[in-house]
């Protein structure tokens, strides 16, 4: 299971750091990711770690950092220079035994989290 927090309000321009946090078994292995989710919109890749390398969705290339802590079971989302746009619901999520071509792919994770709000306000 994963529980996802971190999220809140900020203006833009500000910065949040997201945390996942999961439990039941050993997620070193897995590729972790997270997306992002507005109204009446499909959810969009955000960024993963594959085989330990970093992989970003180019809306925040440059301005978020995904990182894990593999001994704690946790991985991260690090936001800054925040916009209006990034507002969105985000998701943590986990999978196993992806390939690369497929790690943009939400139908292609096994675990989620449930979400935590970001709200950037201009």
């Known amino acids: 299971q994963l529980q996802a927090s971190g999220g809140g309000s900020v203006q833009a321009g500000g910065s949040l750091r997201l945390s996942c946090a999961a439990s039941?078994?050993?997620?070193?292995?897995?590729?972790t990711a997270w997306f992002r989710q507005t109204p009446g919109k499909e959810r969009e890749f955000v960024a993963a770690?594959?085989?330990?390398?970093?992989y970003y969705g180019d809306s925040v290339k440059g301005r978020f950092t995904i990182s894990r802590a593999n001994a704690e079971n946790t991985f991260y989302l690090q936001m800054a220079s925040l916009k209006p746009e990034d507002t969105a619901v985000y998701y943590c999520?986990?999978?196993?035994?992806?390939?690369?071509?497929?790690?943009?792919?939400?139908?292609?994770?096994?675990?989620w989290g449930q979400g935590t709000l970001v709200t950037v306000s201009s």
């Open positions: 999520a986990a999978g196993a035994n992806l390939i690369l071509s497929s790690i943009r792919s939400p139908s292609r994770y096994n675990y």
């Open positions: 039941g078994g050993v997620f070193s292995s897995y590729t």
């Open positions: 770690i594959w085989r330990s390398r970093t």
